[in-house]
Each structure stands twice: as C-alpha cells, then as structure tokens.
C-alpha cells in the first residue's frame, strides 16, 4: 500500500490533536474531543486513497440512542457510519454499559458501522465485528504521535478500506436468483431501526414528528398509539421504497420514489411525501439513508414475475422485524391450497346455490376480504374467477370480465406493509389479464375494518387529499356497498382487559357501539345469549379479532343496510367457537342468520394432549367455515350445520384440500340443531348416555393464578429470601414482576387469610414480614408452598380459599381440551394453581365441598341418597368422590374412551351392582390417599401425612457437593433403573 507513509504521517496528526484538546485547562465531553481531530483525520484519509469521501457529523441530541456521530459518503453514495466513544471506553459490545449498551442493539442493523475511542478502532456489520479490533500502541489522549507507529497506520489503512469500500450485498440463491427470504431477512432490522428512531424522537416533545404523528392519527387511525405510529412509518416508508424500486425508480431517491409510485400507488407516494418530510427526515437520517442505500441496489424486477415473489416476502419479513407483532396482528401467510379450497366451495355455492351463473365474475357479487394481508385471498378469486370465464367462454372474454371483476373485489388492511404489497400484487394480476382498473384504482383500502362505518373522515388540505381519501372511500364501502360474498382468514388476538382510551385496538366499533353506554355494539348478539345461558365468566375469551371479525363479516353480508338478502361468509379462523362454552351465543346468533353452515375442521393443536399439525405455523387448532344464506331466513329455524374433520400431517390435509372442488367431495356429518349446541356432531354409542362430570358435580371453578412464579417454592425458607430480595431491591416494580391487574402501588383488598394485608407493596419497609404462606398444589402431584398474599397473585380465586378446610379435596382435569393419555384427572388436598393438572389452565377445578365446614356437597342434589337408597346403605359425598376417581383416574379409561372423549365431554357411568360400585369405591379411595400424599381419605391405624413407601431404592450415593451434582439421567425401563450418564 503506497500510501501507508501519509496514513501515518495523518494518523499522527490525528493523535497530536487528541492530546492537545484531552489536556486543556477546560475539557469537554470525552467523545467530543475526538470529533474534530477525526474529521480532519479523515480529510487525510481521503487525499491518501485518493477517494471523494465526505465525513457529515449528526447535530448531538442528549438521551436520544437512534444517530451515529457521522455517515460516510465516497463518491457520494452512503459507505457507512462512524461512532466515536470517550478514549479508555473501548470498542468491545461486551464491555458497554447503560447508554452504550444500548445504542449497539439500536446499530446492531447497520450494515456497515466504524467503532473507534481514538485507540481502539473495530469495523461491525450488522452487529458483528469483521476481523480483528485494531488497537493503537499507545493512548492519544496523553501520548499525542508517540500513541502511533508504522505498524499501527498499516492496520487502521487496512481497516479504514474494508470499511470505505463496502457494497450492499443482496443475497443470491446458487443459481443467481435473489433470495427473497433473505432480502426479507436484510431489510426488516433496518426497517425495525427506523421504527426505534421515531419512537425515539416522539420522546422529545419538539421533535417535529410529534406533529407528524398528529396529523397521521388524524388521516387513518385516531387511536393509533406511539408505537403504532411508529411502525406504520417505518412499514410504510420501507414498502414504499421498495414498491418504487420494484416499478423501476433509478437512481433510487426519497424524490424519485415518490414520482414512480405516484402513477398507480397515489396513497403510498403521498405518504411518502408526508412522512419524509424535510423536518422529519432531518431526525432520521442514518435509518433513511440506509433503506435507500440497501434497497437502491435491489434489482427492480426482483418483486415481479409470473411466480408472484410477493407471496411470502411480506411474512418472511415480518418474522424477522418484529415476532410480537406478528403474534399479534394474526399475520400468518394462508396456504394457497387453503385459499383455491375455500374459494372454490364459495363458487359452487354461488353458481348452485345462489343462481349467479359466472360465480364470482357475476357482475352482481361484491366480494370483500375484510383482514387481506397480502391479498392472496383475492387473487385466489381472480384466478378461479377469469379461469372459469376462459374455460367456458374462451381467452376472448377473459378482458372484459376482468375489468367487471376488478370492480367488485374490496380489501381492507390495517397494517401498511402487507396493504401495499396487496394493492401490488391484485393490480398486477388484473392488468395481466387485460383488465382496465376502476378510476380510483384497486379497491384495497388503508383502514380499520373495525371503525365504525358511521365515522366522519376528518376535512384536509389538498395536498394530504389522496390519503384522507382512503379513509372516506373505506367508510363508504362499509356503509353503503351492498357484499354477497365475505372471505378470508381473520387476525387472531386475544386480549382480557381494555379501556375506552384504547377501545379501537380492543373491538372498535364491533365491541363498543357508537353510544358512551355500548348498548348498540353489535358483539352484544353474541355476548347476551352467553350470559343468560350462564357462562358469563368465561366472556374474556370472545374477546378476540377474530371473533370482532367473524362478527363483523355477519352483519355486514346479512344484517346491515344494504344486506341483499342471499350471501357467504366463509373464514378460516381459531376453531374455539365450535364448542366452547362462551361461543354459545356466536353459534346462536349464526343459526338464526344462515340456512346452513359446513365447518372443515383442520385441527392443528400444538399444545394439548393429542397435538396434530397445524397448515399454519401456529399452535392454535383451525376450521374452515363456509356460511349461506340463500334469501330472507327464518329466525325461529335454526340452520343445518354439516361437519367434516382432516387428520394427518399438514402435507395429508394440504393434499386433501388441494382435491376438493365441491361440497360432494367430503363426507359431512350434521350436527345438533339446539340453538347453542356446538358445532360438532353428536356422540354415537353408550359413553354419550353417561351423565357428564359437570353434572355430577355441578361446581367447577378455575384455580389459583399468580401471573408470577416466585412466590411459590418448595419451601418457606426459599419463600422468605425471595421476600427479602423484594423488599430490598432497588426497582421494586421490576423485582415484582408486575403485571397489568398487580402492581407494586396498587391497592388490593383481597382478604385470603386472617391476617391480610392490604398495604401497597411499593410503601412496605424493607423490614416488613412475609404474608403466611400455605401448602400449594402447583402441578399434578407437585406440591410446594405459595405465600398466600391477593396483592401477589393476579387472580387469586377467593371463593375457593373460603370454602378451603382440612376436609377439602379437589379433583382437577381439562375440561376444555381433548384429554390425552393418562388419567381424565388428578386431585389435590392443597389449594390447586390455575395449570394444575397439566400444566395448561382450564375451569378445571372440582371441590368436593361449597363450604368451609364442609356441610354443603358439591355433588348433584339427591344423588347420594338416591344411590343410597339403591345400595341400601348410605353414601356419602366421600364415597361418590372415591368412586368417580377409581374410574376417571385410570389411564385405561382414556385409552378405551378416545375417540369418545374427542368431543371434550368427560362421563361417568354410574353403575346399579351395589359389589361393583363398592369395589371401584375402595380403589378410588386408596388413590386418594396415595395421592393427596397421605392427607386424605386416611386408612384406620395410619397416620394422617404419611402414605407407605415405594419399591425405589438408591443404589449409588448422590454426591454432596454441588460441583458432582449429576446433571443428566435416563431411564433404562428393561432394568427398571434410573442411570446418570
């Protein structure tokens, strides 16, 4: 390298300029002492290499994490960043503290990013360092030139050019071909750091985007938190960018983006416009500059093609920008087998059915996807649509019909990235089928589908007009567009607790209403008829998008204004409606309102008992539902609800999906016509005679949650060191765990024990004493101890403490789920936890008494005289427990049962042979003594707490010390022995 002689003859110059600030009489910041001497360090640089380099220092903003010190510019594109720390801080991630710390998480998306404290120099690419750090010999804040040799400016020469000469890499699959999923990988923490940086700036009351973030409330989304705003800028400036590049902007700039997009994506290039405005840009330099930099090299016909790259670009991308935010915006990429299935049973019913001959490409069917994500539901009607239309009428038609179709096609969208890459993919598709758009373009729509319809879009200037447009045309849509068909697959997003603040994100307009006191919400058709039937407790679970959406699609095809009378609503969602108890109203409301209902049930539970694969990448079961109502209904008539079940890997459900072209090609069960049965088909055989458990022992309740872990330990000791720690700590609330109903300052007064407290936890002297602690069952046959405090426990369930005594016994199960293998239930003598039985929550919580003095059974009135008088002895309350635990505790029984216990009914039959229930009786009440560990149901001549020891025996001494603790085992089962490896 011939210039290494000037590098160093610079480098040096750049040392002398350290010390002289560093020991002035009055001393800045550390870090700024080096901000001059590295400019002009870098103006050497720049004649040594022979480079245009242009080093631009960012205005210093206190507290703020989002700039880096400078950008580098050679040859005027964007080379990377520079952050320059204090001398003696060091460039090591590991050694950061507080601020640093986490200003590196924030440039961790950069790809290119210059360390230096003036000794220390090191080259990071997106949070990783490239080589090795560079380290002066000497210290320039005391040495001047000493601190540099030779050997020093030939490493930083080699550094300082690794870093200057960096390109965009946009990542290739082996045969050439952009890796989408990478692309998508790439672009999401830089979009995600643009997102951190506007967050950032909303802080500070000044910055002008705190005015920017106004007035976007104002245009779409009223409610619209910080957070949301932020991550529709971030989504929205990023998919606008791209968009330009993919329709051919080049050179790719904030301008050229936004007059590239203004032909045929007016919204995006006027929100573009708005949200970089100059003042706003200004605060956000380093996050734009980078997005135009990575995506400016994007080749432009990567995002076009006859193989739709957009079809999974957008979940890819946000599985790496933000989980969370894709838990719960619901948005997870609908199999196309999914989609074609649903679209063709639509289509059949449309043309047989409903009488319009071309199905969806009757220029009388409106159809509408009201969650489209990315619009494949959509494209899925066009394919199927234009592809009838040219397979019965010739490729000659096909134009014609396509410009009918594209005026009956709507979408909503609430999230920007995946609107834009709808409103993208759906005008592509037309246009390739030769249809001529509507004037105001594709009728995919920016908005909230849960905003009441009856809302005023805000009157704005001319020049914000085509983005408060979108919001006048979705309400229109909503209000006076007359929908046959409603399709599509609903977020999921389930919430237990809102406020009117934030009742847009909890339901909007579907749960509230439009009155302060929500008596004309239209959830309340489901809601009511829940409550009247005696299942208000479990209402929390309804609220959920996809319920806010189901009930939505209803009113909107059937019920409102312009409802026409015949239409579809067909959706693929959670299947928890079909028979859990808070659905009852939604199953009654959509038997009133339909002529008949076919449910696919898809299954896919990934947590319970009998996991099956899901067709998504989800852990929630799913059913395909498809909704008619062919013209005026009878309400006093309930619909026909017909139902089918796939079973196997996803690739066997996708497969079989893939086969079905109409309703003969599955073999339809019906199910139960009351009212509010579940959406299932009836039991066949002698189980379903059995009473059900529920009835047997008519009180269930939920057991204890604390939202919290440590106050529960396997003993008192632990229990008091975790008190100590709590009140001792520094950040009480941290310390807590608090949560959104427990909290260090609020107020509780739950009265569990004699000697409740009702102190807030956050006023309590370090020195206060623990709560009583009690016994506690916390998992099957796990017991431990709880400190029995309501301030710590989220729902701590009173009614039980209060009829809790020494005679007390609780059976516990899942009563909501499918059981699996192993026993249909357990049983505790201690107060159980929430997730007792299996380790997941349910109303599954069985006492044997309603009160304390245990004088009240819970078991069905007039059952144990009626036994008695049968068997002629008496029964008491004991002796029906132990006689439903000797059936129901046996593996055997939900191994003989399975496919029985499917339909989530736990029975028990009830035998007449006085020997037999007698016999059942002592098994069960010698595993009630066996599993309440002695402290029930005690055998005469034994000692309460105490139960008879087992075969096991240790054949090898466990170690004393900690450092020999065994730390794997195995079971050989030949041996029958438990070996460490």
């Not at 080049?250 to 929100?271: F, G, I, M, W």
Request: aromatic residues 10%; contains cysteine.
């Amino acid at each position: 390298m011939n210039n290494s002689p000037l590098f160093f003859e610079s480098l040096q110059h750049f040392a002398t300029n350290v010390t002289s600030k560093m020991t002035q009489f009055i001393v800045g910041e550390p870090e700024d002492q080096l901000r001059a001497p590295f400019e002009n360090f870098l103006g050497g640089v720049a004649s040594c290499l022979k480079w245009n380099i242009v080093c631009t220092g960012e205005t210093l903003l206190p507290g703020r994490l989002g700039r880096p010190d400078y950008a580098l510019h050679r040859n005027k594109l964007l080379t990377g960043y520079v952050e320059i720390k204090a001398p003696g801080v060091g460039v090591t991630p590991a050694r950061f503290k507080g601020h640093n710390r986490e200003q590196f998480k924030r440039f961790s998306a950069i790809p290119n990013i210059l360390y230096t404290d003036g000794n220390d120099w090191a080259l990071y690419r997106e949070g990783q360092r490239v080589g090795e750090v560079v380290r002066l010999s000497g210290d320039v804040a005391t040495q001047g030139k000493k601190a540099v040799t030779r050997e020093d400016a030939f490493a930083i020469e080699i550094l300082l050019r690794e870093f200057l000469e960096w390109q965009p890499f946009i990542p290739t699959e082996r045969k050439g071909k952009i890796d989408l999923k990478k692309l998508a990988a790439l672009l999401a923490p830089l979009c995600r750091m643009l997102r951190d940086d506007v967050l950032d700036a909303l802080k500070d009351k000044q910055s002008p985007l705190v005015q920017l973030a106004k007035d976007w409330r104002q245009l779409l989304f009223p409610d619209a938190s910080d957070e949301r705003f932020a991550d529709s800028y971030a989504q929205t400036v990023t998919f606008a960018l791209l968009l330009a590049r993919s329709d051919g902007a080049d050179p790719l700039t904030l301008e050229s983006a936004e007059k590239t997009l203004e032909a045929q994506h007016n919204l995006l290039s006027r929100a573009l416009q708005v949200l970089t405005d100059p003042g706003a840009r200004s605060e956000l330099t380093a996050s734009l500059d980078l997005l135009l930099r990575v995506i400016g090299v994007v080749p432009s016909a990567t995002l076009a093609g006859a193989e739709d790259p957009w079809l999974y670009f957008y979940e890819d991308f946000l599985a790496a920008y933000d989980p969370e935010l894709r838990k719960d915006a619901g948005a997870y990429y609908t199999p196309v087998e999914v989609v074609r299935c649903q679209v063709r049973l639509i289509d059949d019913l449309l043309s047989n059915r409903l009488g319009y001959s071309l199905g969806f490409a009757d220029p009388n069917v409106v159809t509408l996807d009201p969650a489209v994500g990315t619009g494949t539901y959509l494209l899925g009607v066009v394919e199927r649509a234009l592809g009838q239309i040219e397979s019965q009428h010739g490729p000659g038609a096909v134009p014609g019909q396509a410009t009918s179709l594209a005026r009956n096609l709507y979408g909503f969208e609430v999230m920007v990235g995946p609107y834009a890459v709808a409103e993208l993919r759906l005008s592509r598709a037309l246009r390739d089928r030769g249809a001529q758009l509507p004037k105001d373009g594709s009728h995919v729509y920016l908005t909230d589908t849960l905003e009441s319809p009856h809302a005023k879009p805000p009157q704005l200037p001319l020049f914000l007009r085509p983005i408060s447009d979108q919001h006048a045309k979705a309400l229109k849509v909503k209000s006076g567009v007359p929908v046959i068909v409603c399709l599509g697959n609903p977020p999921y997003d389930r919430h237990e607790a809102a406020t009117m603040k934030k009742k847009a994100s909890a339901g909007g307009w579907v749960r509230w209403g439009d009155t302060e006191s929500g008596e004309d919400a239209i959830l309340r058709a489901f809601l009511d008829p829940a409550s009247a039937a005696g299942h208000g407790v479990h209402l929390k679970n309804l609220y959920n998008l996809y319920v806010y959406f189901w009930r939505w699609a209803l009113w909107k095809v059937f019920e409102s204004e312009t409802s026409m009378g015949p239409g579809i609503v067909s959706f693929i969602s959670a299947s928890s409606y079909l028979d859990g108890d808070a659905f009852c109203g939604m199953r009654e409301h959509i038997r009133r309102l339909c002529d008949e209902v076919w449910i696919l049930d898809l299954g896919g539970e990934g947590r319970g008992a009998r996991q099956s694969e899901n067709v998504f990448a989800i852990q929630t079961p799913v059913a395909i539902a498809v909704a008619i109502r062919s013209n005026k209904t009878k309400k006093n008539k309930p619909a026909k609800i017909h139902f089918a079940r796939l079973d196997g890997t996803r690739e066997t459900k996708l497969a079989t999906l893939k086969e079905i072209d109409g309703f003969g090609k599955v073999k339809w069960r019906d199910c139960p016509d009351g009212w509010q049965a579940h959406f299932r088909p009836a039991g066949k055989g002698d189980y379903f005679t059995w009473p059900l458990i529920t009835d047997l022992m008519p009180w269930q309740h939920s057991g204890v949650q604390l939202k919290r872990t440590w106050p529960i330990a396997p003993d008192e000791e632990i229990l008091r060191r975790r008190w100590r720690a709590l009140l001792r700590a520094e950040n009480r609330a941290l310390a807590f765990r608090e949560t959104g109903d427990r909290t260090v300052n609020g107020t509780y007064r739950v009265r569990l024990t004699k000697d409740s407290d009702s102190t807030p936890i956050a006023q309590l002297p370090q020195n206060a004493s623990m709560p009583p602690t009690v016994r506690y069952a916390f998992r099957s046959f796990d017991r431990q101890y709880v400190i029995a405090d309501g301030r710590l426990m989220s729902r701590s369930r009173p009614e039980l403490w209060h009829a809790h005594s020494e005679r007390q016994i609780y059976l516990t199960s899942v009563l909501t789920d499918t059981l699996g293998t192993g026993p249909a239930l357990t049983v505790s003598a201690a107060l159980p936890d929430l997730h007792h039985f299996s380790g997941r929550g349910a109303k599954d919580a069985i006492p044997l008494y309603r009160d304390a003095s245990a004088s009240e059974a819970n078991v069905l009135l007039g059952l144990p005289e009626l036994l008695g008088q049968h068997f002629r002895r008496a029964i008491r309350p004991e002796d029906f427990l132990a006689y439903v635990y000797g059936i129901l505790a046996q593996p055997s029984f939900t191994l003989r049962f399975s496919k029985e216990l499917e339909t989530r009914q736990v029975r028990v039959p009830i035998t007449k042979k006085s020997a037999l229930f007698e016999q059942v009786r002592a098994v069960g009440a010698r595993l009630l003594w066996l599993h309440t560990y002695g402290e029930r149901f005690v055998p005469k001549g034994r000692n309460r707490g105490t139960v008879p020891p087992g075969k096991a025996k240790c054949t090898n001494a466990i170690p004393g010390d900690a450092e020999h603790y065994p730390e794997s085992f195995s079971y050989n089962d030949t041996r029958q022995t438990l070996e460490r490896f």
